[in-house]
């Protein structure tokens, strides 16, 4: 998929690793493998249309504009935290036909995950403030939620997002033969600042929940 570039503040860097997170979050190998995804919480939003399109974008800025307001807030407590990368869930209705639905009809869920301090609380007095400072509706829909973990498959992807399709069937053949079979939606962690970085070393990790096959 190919999501907007990263609206990271100035000097700011996406680390592959921020503190406070499981190391498995974030980092992947070039072979495929099968890991234990921890739940965490996330602020997360979603939508309908394609990576280029006006609500998509909207909808990544909303997130990272509540992220770092409530990232800031917790600096001025003490208790600063480095904001992950955006991660993206893509699908369609139905399902299997993804590969032949009109990009403008992709279905999306975008979240960043949030260290144990936050709470829904915190969260929810933040909302109107960020929105206004950031001058974007969209941050009153975030939704404040626990993601669930689980077993799943990933592999870290190097290159542009148009060649990710050959290295998804290789995870999905990798599935198959560990005895496993798909389960809930493609998943992919963006670790690259998409402004600063060539498409050719782009690095993302493809991840797809499972469960055994019988």
Known sequence: MEPEPHHTRKGASVMTQPAGFAPVLFKARKDP???????TWCLTLSGVGAPES??????VEALYGL???LKFQQKAAG????????????????????????????RWQ??????????AEQVAATRGQAAAKKKNPRILDVAFERFAGGTAAQVLHVGPFSEEGPVIEQLHAFIAAQGY?????????????????PPEKLKTILRQPVEPAT
Not at 33 to 39: L, R
Not at 181 to 197: A, I, K
């Open 67 to 69: 992220a770092y307001t």
């Open 54 to 59: 006006p609500a998509f974008q909207q909808a």
């Open 181 to 197: 079979r798909l389960r809930g939606r493609h998943h992919e962690v963006y670790l690259s600042d998409f402004r600063r970085t």
């Open 33 to 39: 493998e099968i890991v234990e995804v921890p739940d």
């Open 79 to 106: 208790q600063d935290f480095k904001v992950p990368p955006l991660e993206g869930l893509w699908w369609s209705e139905p399902p299997e036909a993804f590969a032949r639905t009109p990009r403008e009809e992709w």
């Open 110 to 119: 975008l979240l960043i995950r949030m260290p144990e301090g936050i709470t």
